[in-house]
């Protein structure tokens, strides 16, 4: 099983909170360190595994209690969370190119199976419906242009030689001028690698990007190198700038500490895992089920994330049941607005809350201040004060004191107080409305 070792090595981690009612500070130390080894075990490295704890840590501590879900469990979702977040979050796609052939440089040093993704991607891309071309542009072993034309045929792609003797940034411009010409919708071009980094080979790499300005420069590393494969991603990438990698041979005995440092080493997305030697073998990384993978525990994490949905469910309903009563106090509106507050920074991230993408950014800060300031406000009221606004409201001398505790203005927290009663009436109105009874007339 891959990362099997990573996977057994966290479960040591789960099984130390059996018994428990809850996260704590104290309780969550153990487990921690089970994990913390784990990570360093598969070869990740050491300042990821430091600030992925820290991550965990302080999310796991905080953490409120779900209903029916045992602190272990809740571990599992905290630790798969992150994993996918460290692993880049989305699947990063390839990029095409608008007009023209879409270019796709390939580097990697010798033996990492670099000309077997050559084949495999073109395989990928044609099984997509898109017309491939293969460059050979690994002038320094004539085996490496047979081995690359003996794949394409295997996978029924043409592949573009000019032998050994031309330098490589001109078999490249050939090979993309051939390609416009039959009209190609995309070129994979191979170049030589190394047994290490070396100037010549940078040098060489550089040219060649400048002759073809690619769509995609991509580095094939092989996973069995753990994270010396992060570190090269990261050395090619200062070296000649890149779009990302190419993860092969998972489905060897790696540790896993590849797949999860590249992207928090070196910044770049790994885009393409190849998980066996055949040409079928290649397909996009998904951090997700990378993580799901490696904690074996696809049940448990579809348990958690009902019984949250299951939870907000209640939290909606209590709302509205606080909202026909009158009752909606500071802490509702707290509640409320830090949510719609989260609502805003997510709609600036992925701009698809309907109705709220035409924030602009200066508003969503502008909004998130009045957040603070706000925070402020109700933090410096008192329990009472929180769920009974209307001793605020008859007042004056508490209004003083939640200013001068915040340090804001008596001006700020009377407009606080107004603001929440005439939410309780808008919330009341639309309430109205929603069961179908007439809006009620507003009375001062
Ligand atoms: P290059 O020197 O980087 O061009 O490497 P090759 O493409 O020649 O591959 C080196 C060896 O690794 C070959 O025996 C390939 O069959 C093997 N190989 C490549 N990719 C994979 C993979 O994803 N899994 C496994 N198990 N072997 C692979």
Redesign the pocket.
């Known amino acids: 099983e891959m990362f099997g070792q990573l996977t057994s090595g966290l479960e040591a981690a789960w099984s130390k909170l059996k018994g428990e009612e809850v996260l704590t500070k104290e309780n969550i130390v153990e487990p921690m360190r089970d994990i913390r080894r784990a990570l360093l075990e598969a070869d990740v490295s050491l300042p990821v595994v430091r600030r992925f704890v820290q991550a965990v840590t302080d999310q796991a501590v905080g953490v409120g209690l779900i209903r029916g879900v045992r602190p272990d469990q809740q571990l599992v979702k905290i630790v798969h969370d992150e994993l996918v977040k460290l692993m880049g979050g989305e699947v990063c796609e390839l990029v095409f190119s608008k007009s023209g052939p879409t270019v796709i440089l390939l580097a ?11 084949a ?1 991607l073109a395989n990928y891309l044609k099984k997509q419906g898109k017309s491939c071309m293969l460059v050979a542009g ?1 002038v320094y ?1 004539p085996a ?1 242009i047979d ?1 690359l034309s003996i794949l394409g045929k295997q996978v029924d792609v043409p592949v573009y030689t000019a032998g050994t003797d031309v330098k490589p940034s001109e078999i490249a411009k050939q090979g993309l001028a051939d390609a416009k010409k039959k009209k190609m919708d995309v070129v994979i071009v ?1 170049t030589a ?1 190394r047994l290490q980094i070396d100037k010549t080979m940078m040098d060489e790499l550089k040219e060649v990007k400048q002759a073809l300005n690619p769509t995609e420069v991509l580095l ?1 590393v ?2 069995m190198t753990g994270q010396e494969a992060a570190a090269l991603v990261t050395t090619f990438n200062l070296e000649i700038g890149i779009t990302g990698a190419i993860l ?5 005995d790696s540790r896993g500490g590849a797949a999860l440092s590249v992207k928090e080493v070196s910044g770049k997305p790994i885009k393409l ?5 055949r040409m079928e ?2 397909e996009p990384f998904y951090p997700d089920r990378m993580a799901g993978r490696i904690l074996g525990m696809g049940d448990v994490l579809s348990f958690v994330e009902k019984a949250q949905e299951v939870m907000q469910q209640e939290d909606a309903e209590e709302l509205q049941k606080k909202i026909m009563s009158a009752k909606f106090d500071f802490n509702d509106f707290l509640k409320q607005t830090r949510a719609v507050a989260k609502m805003g920074s997510v709609s600036r991230v992925i701009g698809m809350i309907p109705g709220m993408g035409k924030a602009t950014p200066a508003q969503i800060r502008e909004a998130e201040k009045n957040l603070k300031v706000m925070e402020a406000m109700i933090e410096a009221m008192t329990p009472e004060e929180r769920e009974k606004p209307e001793l605020l409201a008859e007042s004056p001398v508490r209004r003083k004191r939640v200013a001068q505790d915040s340090g804001k203005t008596e001006q700020q927290v009377s407009q606080l107080v107004a603001q929440l009663f005439q939410m309780r009436v808008r919330m009341k109105n639309l309430m109205g409305v929603m069961q179908g009874g007439s809006i009620p007339t507003l009375s001062n």
């Open positions: 990697g040093l010798q033996g990492v199976g670099k000309t077997t993704v050559c495999k690994d072993r490496a081995q191979d690698g094939v092989d996973a092969t041979k998972l489905d060897g895992v190849g998980r066996g030697e073998d290649l």
